[in-house]
């Protein structure tokens, strides 16, 4: 059961314009979610994550935006660049233990010089 | 800050190898580091949870005599795949925390290990 979807395994974009990455989940229990962005061959670099209490983060080109109601979240990167050509990975944190993440499948970005 | 180093990067072995694989803290402490593992256009799986100077916590289906972990110290945790088959190629990437639960994992590079 995978209880976070990034139903959307690519995206391209155009440089300078906007991306949206979108994730879904199915436990109302998660508190806190986060993004990642990997190159091939390295680990996931943590982006930005997102609070349940709030509906907003920004910081810098990167804003995430969560809707508890829909049970979705998105990244907005603007404007994209080509060095943002990455996969993207959306978690959420099990809010109990060791608050261990759970992953989404990713999706892969690629801007358009 | 909050840098995780992973090594080695690539193993190459021959089928009934052990192989270990380290994630060191390099400029803080970690009390808690968590194994993961990836297969090709798939997700980050959670292997198990290290915790230092106790038993790491394995998710369901994980082999805890297949998989060891060690995590002697506040800086490095091992995981070594025991008698390795084929089917144990992948990708495992370890994670670490630095502070709080509300802080972000930070991840390692990962190792591609190839059982042959």
């Known amino acids: 059961d995978q209880q976070v979807k990034q139903n959307s395994p690519s995206l391209s974009v155009q440089e300078g314009r906007i991306s949206i990455l979108n994730c879904d989940y199915t436990n109302s229990m998660f508190d806190y979610f986060l993004w990642y962005k990997k190159y091939p061959a390295e680990g996931p670099t943590f982006l930005i994550s997102?609070?349940?209490?709030?509906d907003k983060n920004e910081d810098g080109r990167f804003t995430v935006f969560l809707n508890k109601s829909a049970k979705h979240l998105s990244l907005h990167i603007v404007p994209s660049q080509p060095g943002d050509s990455a996969v993207y990975f959306c978690?959420?944190?099990?809010?109990?233990?060791?608050?261990?993440?759970?992953f989404g499948t990713g999706t892969r970005l690629k801007v358009l010089a | 800050g909050a840098v995780v180093s992973q090594h080695p990067s690539r193993v190459i072995c021959k089928s009934g190898t052990s192989v270990k694989i380290e994630c060191r803290s390099l400029d803080f402490q970690a009390t808690t580091m968590f194994w993961y593992r990836q297969f090709p256009k798939q997700s980050l799986m959670l292997m198990a949870t290290s915790n230092e100077g106790s038993k790491a916590t394995y998710e369901q289906g994980v082999e805890k005599d297949k998989f060891l972990i060690n995590h002697a110290s506040l800086t490095l945790s091992t995981l070594t795949v025991t008698s390795a088959h084929p089917e144990d190629s992948s990708f495992y990437i370890c994670?670490?925390?630095?502070?709080?639960?509300?802080?972000?994992?930070?991840f390692g590079d990962g190792t591609r290990l190839s059982i042959l």
């Open positions: 978690a959420a944190s099990v809010p109990s233990g060791t608050y261990k993440y759970i």
């Open positions: 997102i609070s349940s209490i709030k």
């Open positions: 994670s670490a925390r630095n502070g709080a639960d509300n802080q972000p994992q930070h």
